[in-house]
Antibody, heavy 121, light 107 residues
Framework: EVQLLESGGGLVQPGGSLRLSCAAS????????MSWVRQAPGKGLEWVSG????????YYADSVKGRFTISRDNSKNMLYLQMNSLRAEDTAVYYC??????????????WGQGTLVTVSS | EIVMTQSPATLSVSPGERATLSCRAS??????LAWYQQKPGQAPRLLIY???TRATGNPSRFSGSGSGTEFTLTISSLQSEDFAVYYC?????????FGQGTKLEIK
């Protein structure tokens, strides 16, 4: 069974930075796109960023563009999200999700359990 | 960015009855539409992809239909474990986008 384990969440002050990690196992990591999806407390799902299997293609939601950077290390089966200039509205549970087969046009077929990021002074 | 709109926001249905949830895209997403189920404190779970293909392990009472801009998720006979929040997502174009969710509650 596919496993995705997020880490790196926590409490950070506005304007601060945080790096989330997602350890992937039990599938061919480099063959699948990956994404980060977040959920603010009591709210719906918001797609944050996606990356192709090779890492050469990345995309961001307008709400995080210029502040967040997605990356991956296929040699370590790791996905990352570097978050800078954090704002209160970035407070959410952040999920790492694996994309199914089919390149970037694929649904998220497996999800981690999420890591909570709280931006507050 | 493609905007996904789900209706209704809340749906009250009795166990054993049929539930029909709707999702509309602001422009065509072909059949690149997925449905997810989320229960409190849990990560979302993929139910349907390609608008109508059930993901592995999901019961046959879940079915999806539609293409282009109009989509439907139908649960034929509601079981107690089906009461949850359901999200549609288009993955035709990045950035991907989710609908705001439909909460399916017990009547």
């Amino acid at each position: 069974e596919v496993q995705l384990l997020e880490s790196g969440g926590g409490l950070v002050q506005p304007g601060g930075s945080l790096r989330l990690s997602c350890a992937a196992s039990r599938f061919r990591f480099s063959s699948h796109g990956m994404s980060w999806v977040r959920q603010a407390p009591g709210k719906g799902l918001e797609w944050v960023s996606g990356i192709s299997g090779s890492g050469h293609i990345t995309y961001y939601a307008d709400s995080v563009k210029g502040r967040f950077t997605i990356s991956r290390d296929n040699s370590k089966n790791m996905l990352y999200l570097q978050m800078n200039s954090l704002r209160a509205e970035d407070t959410a549970v952040y999920y790492c999700a694996k994309l199914g087969s089919g390149g970037y046009r694929a649904p998220s077929d497996y999800w981690g359990q999420g890591t909570l990021v709280t931006v507050s002074s | 960015e493609i905007v996904m709109t789900q209706s209704p926001a809340t749906l009250s249905v009795s166990p054993g009855e049929r539930a029909t949830l709707s999702c509309r895209a602001s422009q065509s997403v072909s059949s690149n539409l997925a449905w997810y189920q989320q229960k409190p404190g849990q990560a979302p779970r993929l139910l349907i992809y390609g608008a109508s293909t059930r993901a592995t392990g999901n019961p046959s009472r879940f079915s999806g239909s539609g293409s282009g801009t109009e989509f439907t998720l139908t649960i034929s006979s509601l079981q107690s474990e089906d009461f949850a929040v359901y999200y549609c997502q288009q993955y035709n174009n990045w950035p991907c986008s989710f609908g705001q969710g439909t909460k399916l509650e017990i009547k």
